[in-house]
């Protein structure tokens, strides 16, 4: 059923019902391990990305390392 979009490292991006020409041509079966992977992780809301990359830029500034995924929840829970 799914078709996926990638990201630039390779991941599923996004899941589609019908092909996308140039967006998502490529056809995964339903129980596929990385659809199934993929529907099961809970992905980052909008405002999450955003409070991760501006905090990475204040970092940036400050002359601090970044801060991994991981190491940005566990600082904002």
């Known amino acids: 059923m799914p078709y996926v979009a990638r ?7 996004c899941l589609f019902g019908n092909e996308q020409p140039g967006v998502a041509e490529e056809f995964l079966a339903d129980d596929d391990p990385e659809v199934v992977a993929y529907l099961t992780t809970p992905q980052p809301q909008v405002e999450d990305v955003v409070l991760y990359d501006h905090e990475n830029r204040i970092r940036a500034l400050e002359g601090a390392p970044p801060l991994t995924p991981e190491e940005f929840r566990r600082k904002a829970t």
């Open 7 to 13: 990201n630039q490292l390779g991941n599923i991006d």
